[in-house]
């Protein structure tokens, strides 16, 4: 089993950057392929990023290509995403999910899921 814990949320300006980090716990953490989901109130979860096992693939949602980067550190237990070019419309709870099988952007498919942190994009 994995616990994750997302962490680096909170109020940016349009236009700023914040970096998102989700701890997991437990020695397989290398077995997962890691995802970023994110939620705005009363929308659907929308799939932004994810990440293979050796982190050699990444995979991003069409709404955040060029502006987001997803990362991970085996030796760390750790996945990052790091946004850049903040928009408004990227205001949502951010969750990071982990996945037994490949990397994938239909969250059905992950097994594991954060309680998720907030960022808020002022225009």
């Known amino acids: 089993q994995v616990q994750l814990v997302e962490s680096g949320g909170g109020l940016v300006q349009a236009g700023g950057s914040l970096r998102l980090s989700c701890a997991a716990s437990?020695?397989?953490?290398?077995?997962?392929?890691m995802g970023w989901f994110r939620q705005a109130p009363g929308k659907e979860r929308e799939f932004v990023a994810a990440?293979?096992?050796?982190?050699?693939?990444?995979y991003y949602g069409d709404s955040v290509k060029g502006r987001f980067t997803v990362s991970r550190d085996n030796a760390d237990n750790s996945v990052y995403l790091q946004m850049n070019s903040l928009k408004p419309e990227d205001t949502a709870v951010y969750y990071c999910?982990?996945?037994?099988?490949?990397?994938?952007?239909?969250?059905?498919?992950?097994?594991?899921w954060g309680q998720g942190t907030q960022v808020t994009v002022s225009s």
């Open positions: 999910a982990a996945s037994l099988g490949a990397a994938t952007m239909i969250a059905s498919r992950y097994n594991y």
């Open positions: 437990g020695r397989t953490f290398s077995a997962y392929a």
């Open positions: 990440v293979n096992w050796r982190g050699s693939s990444t």
